[in-house]
């Protein structure tokens, strides 16, 4: 079965620092990699997904097949970056059962 | 609002007792899903119609819940002789047909305590 880790739980850094989280899965076949955040009070929306191959909020992630990973990475953190975040996986296009992983929370420190 | 909505927002339930919770997607999207989600962890997937066809259910759901969705638009999850373990974050997400900008729009969730 699919599975998806993210090894840190929580993650602080100082606004205006790089920030990375990392996500590593274990999949067979071709997945499609998520990543999804939650800002305080706020609903759990996509942030990006790996086909889309877009930077959104100055976010990127690329999917590393060879070392199954999808880490997620900001140059520049913003105080507003501060939320938890969740990488997950779909191993169907156009499907949405998706496999999470138990998410990081990020601090961005003024 | 236009979003996902969940009603109730919180649950406090008795062990033993059954609990229901409704799920109304967003207009038009012909996909459901329910996810559970518990302390520390990201959210499990449970089960998934498509219209009014449940089309997938997790192992996770017992045979005390059960999932409907009669007309194709709002859906409904009912778990019976609630137990401890069942306290969690139940999330409804929907999604649109296929189209380009797809993606998955989660509710704010039904927060489950069982006592």
């Known amino acids: 079965a699919q599975r998806v880790t993210q090894p840190e739980k929580l993650l602080s850094v100082f606004k205006g620092a790089p920030v990375e989280l990392k996500c590593n899965y274990s999949?067979?076949?071709?997945?499609?990699l998520f990543w999804y955040v939650q800002y305080s009070r706020q609903r759990l929306q996509l942030l990006l997904r790996?086909?889309s191959r877009e930077s959104i909020k100055g976010f990127t992630a690329d999917l590393n097949k060879g070392e199954t990973s999808f880490h997620l990475k900001k140059p520049f953190a913003q105080e507003e970056d501060s939320a938890m975040y969740y990488c997950?996986?779909?191993?169907?296009?156009?499907?949405?059962?998706?496999?999470f992983g138990a998410g990081t929370t990020v601090t961005v420190r003024a | 609002d236009t979003g996902v909505s969940q009603d109730p927002r919180h649950k406090i339930t008795k062990r033993g007792q059954n609990v229901t919770f409704r799920c109304d997607p967003i207009?038009?999207?012909?996909?459901l899903y329910w996810y559970r989600q518990t302390l520390g962890q990201g959210p499990e997937f449970l089960t998934y119609?498509?219209?009014?066809?449940?089309?997938?259910k997790s192992r996770l759901l017992s045979d005390r819940f059960s999932a409907e969705r009669p007309k194709g638009s709002f859906s409904t999850l009912e778990i019976q002789r609630t137990e401890q373990g069942d306290s969690a974050m139940y999330l409804c997400?929907?999604?649109?047909?296929?189209?380009?900008?797809?993606?998955?729009?989660f509710g704010s969730g039904t927060q489950l305590s069982v006592l």
């Open positions: 997400a929907s999604s649109p047909p296929y189209s380009r900008d797809e993606k998955l729009f």
């Open positions: 999949y067979s076949g071709s997945p499609e």
């Open positions: 790996h086909i």
């Open positions: 997950a996986l779909s191993i169907r296009s156009n499907d949405y059962k998706l496999s």
């Open positions: 207009s038009e999207h012909n996909r």
């Open positions: 119609f498509q219209n009014e066809a449940q089309l997938e």
